[in-house]
């Protein structure tokens, strides 16, 4: 990808009298095949799609259509905005987790595919028969707590993260997916805000995060797209990247009961350095470690001794 003046911008957008829905979609792609985006044309058809309120088949079927002059100015808005290199799921508002439309605002991290893989080792260790109660440290987006929410219909849920714009954007997503009355939204510092509820102490049976691991030095190396517009507060983790694990690894023994289990992503290179420190604290015991389709050790389980 690559940032384009303003000026040349503009000139790819320009329009000549009526706009049509064909010289829409040809604008929008001549822009952002210019700004390098690798996926132009659909992602062109999307914008559209998204600003002008029609599908794709319409823009293709009906080319010679006028596109009013309102709707003309929010597709240029949202084709000007990829083409600075915000994400799409930004402009457009959702990304898919788990098969879930999830709503998406800067503030929260983009949900990604590998976070799907915490789903897929929480499957694994929960039996039917359990009595749920979980905890999502660092909800974001709240990808998880509602994906918890709806794939075990009987678990009650506690998501907690210390971003305001986050709760409300997850909060939103539980009413959007209908599960809200099953996942309480907590605002502070990673479990802090459990410490408040006693009966909670020693009674959680799964509790996942996605902690931010990126190693502060190497934020300014993350793509573009991530650096400038995903907020740092949901990658830094610290000199090493591993600050939220050593924090966890501790702080979650006081809410898992034993035999409870602590689900997190990671980053490359990091599953070795996580064993070693629940080694030292020798309450932990590693069920599993999940690699994602690159081959990188992505999601690691740890089971509370008894
Ligand atoms: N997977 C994200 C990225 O590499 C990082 C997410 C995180 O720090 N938890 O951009």
Redesign the pocket.
Known sequence: MIALDIKSTLRVLQEEGLITQASAYRKGLALLSKAGMSNAANETLWLLESALGISRLDIHAKPDTVVDHSSWTSAKDLLLRRASGEPLQYILGTQEFRGLEIEVRSGV?IP?P??ELVMEEVHSLVFPQDRLNMVDVGTGSGCLSIALAVEFPDAKILATDCSEAAIEVARSNAYRHLVQDRITFLLGDLLAPLKQVPELHSGISVMVA?????PTRDLAT??RE?QDF?PHL????GADGLTFYRRLLREALLFLRPGGCLVM?M?EGQASHICEEAARLSTWHIRNIRQDDAGIDRVIALERKG
């Open positions: 991290l990604r590998e976070t996605n902690p931010p691991y990126i993350l793509q991530v995903e949901a990658l830094d983790g992503e980053g």
